[in-house]
């Protein structure tokens, strides 16, 4: 069973901090492009980063470059995204996502972690 269990939203002040992290079981973890995506109330879920494999190389919004951090440990099936310098606009649903590099790009989604960003 496909499971994608993300933690570490909350509420946090302008200018601070939150690490959110990603669990995932019942799949081949590395051969999966990890994702954080989110989602503002009233819009659409869009991408904040991607850690792709098998190069390790990284995708950031613009919006997040500079202060988000996306890595994967393939030896945990994790995935995390470190964010500094939080804003009020970074408010919203955070969700985990991983597609397979092959073909048939199988998607898997978590639940998704609030996060709150107040000044």
């Known amino acids: 069973q496909v499971q994608l269990a993300e933690s570490g939203g909350g509420s946090v002040q302008t200018g601070g901090s939150l690490r959110l992290s990603c669990a995932a079981s019942?799949?081949?973890?590395?051969?999966?492009?990890m994702g954080w995506y989110r989602q503002i109330s009233g819009k659409e879920r869009a991408v904040v980063s991607l850690s792709t494999t098998p190069d390790a190389g990284t995708y950031y919004a613009d919006s997040v470059k500079g202060r988000f951090t996306i890595s994967r440990d393939d030896l945990k099936n994790t995935m995390a995204l470190q964010m500094n310098s939080l804003k009020a606009e970074d408010t919203a649903v955070y969700y985990c996502k991983a597609r397979h590099i092959g073909p048939t790009g199988d998607e898997y989604w978590g639940q998704g972690t609030q996060v709150t960003v107040s000044s």
């Open positions: 019942g799949f081949t973890f590395s051969s999966y492009v």
